[in-house]
């Protein structure tokens, strides 16, 4: 049993109305947070049944400005992209900087520019390299019905952790790899350190 119910889902044309998005809010997660859930009922004729699913945690400066500092901007246009045409869900989890926030990643950034990579700059403030824990989004795909899925990530931490909290990862989808000449060290760090896939076409 979830702890999460759904409380309400909105339908909202995005991308300037060229695609119908449900979104969904949750009762019962006391965090605060308010982690959203987007549906997407998949436009092509031929659709798995096994839903595409992507977890984004908050990025302002990218999903938002489009920074180059990261890759996030490009891989919630590809998640939307992929999932409004294959049917799934986006889970867009406010877990800015990777659980630490936004203020402190922008310290973590500060210290990046003096040569620290990015793990070690959480580090450097006494914060962890990666705080996220993904539960809350095991509990809100439970609340949405889907027990098994096929997920969009470069991240294998991501699936380890949904299948300890129950949930059936049946495929590790890659996303692309946006890489630009601000986000190298970056990306490269996160393969290295954490042993992301970093898939080139
Ligand atoms: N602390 C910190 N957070 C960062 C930095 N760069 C990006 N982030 C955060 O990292 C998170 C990236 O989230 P995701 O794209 O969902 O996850 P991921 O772990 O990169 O895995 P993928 O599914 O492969 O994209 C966001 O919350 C960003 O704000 C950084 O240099 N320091
Ligand atoms: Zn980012």
Redesign the pocket.
Known sequence: MSKLTEKRRVVIPVRAGDVMAEFISFDGDDSGKEHIGIFFEGTNSEKNDIPLV?????????DVFGSG????GE?LDEAIDRINQEGGYILY?R??????GLY??LD??AL?DQGYD?YQ??EMLH?PE?G?DFGIAAEMLKAVGVTQLRL????P??AKQLMEHGIDVAELVP?KVHMNQHNRQ?LET?AKR?H??LKFD
Not at 54 to 62: A, F, K, M, V
Request: with cysteine; charged share 30%.
């Open positions: 992507r977890l984004h945690s908050e990025c302002l400066t990218g500092r990261c890759d996030c891989q989890l877990q800015e900087g990777r659980g630490i402190s990643k973590a950034y990046q990015t700059a959480n914060l990666d996220r969009l990530t470069n991240n931490d991501k996303t970056y996160k954490k992301h896939t």
